[in-house]
Nanobody
Framework: QVQLVESGGGLVQARGSLRLSCAAS????????MAWFRQTPGKDRDIVAA????????YYTDSVKGRFTISRDNAKSTVYLQMNSLKPEDTAVYYC?????????????????WGQGTQVTVSS
């Protein structure tokens, strides 16, 4: 049984930082791309960042470039999202997802395992 467990969300003031973690179990973590998505009420789930199986290729949505960093530690089966210079518009539930291939996709439909989500709230 594959499990993804996120941690690190919370309430932070604007311009602050948070680090999200996602620990995976139940599959060979290092073979698959990973991604972080976020969702606000009434809106679709959008990709924030993604990383290939070895961590050599990454993707960031435009609104977080230069502020967020995705990384992974295959020895620990964990993916991270370092979020700096947070803005109120970053407020959302953040989900980690495990892909079906070694290279990442930008579509949520290409990720077959999901974490439970962690709330990130940025106050102004």
């Amino acid at each position: 049984q594959v499990q993804l467990v996120e941690s690190g969300g919370g309430l932070v003031q604007a311009r602050g930082s948070l680090r999200l973690s996602c620990a995976a179990s139940g599959r060979t973590f290092s073979r698959y791309a990973m991604a972080w998505f976020r969702q606000t009420p009434g809106k679709d789930r959008d990709i924030v960042a993604a990383i290939s199986w070895r961590g050599t290729s990454t993707y960031y949505t435009d609104s977080v470039k230069g502020r967020f960093t995705i990384s992974r530690d295959n020895a620990k089966s964990t993916v991270y999202l370092q979020m700096n210079s947070l803005k109120p518009e970053d407020t959302a539930v953040y989900y980690c997802a495990s892909g079906t291939d070694s290279y990442y996709s930008l579509s949520q439909y290409d990720y077959n395992y999901w974490g439970q989500g962690t709330q990130v709230t940025v106050s102004s």
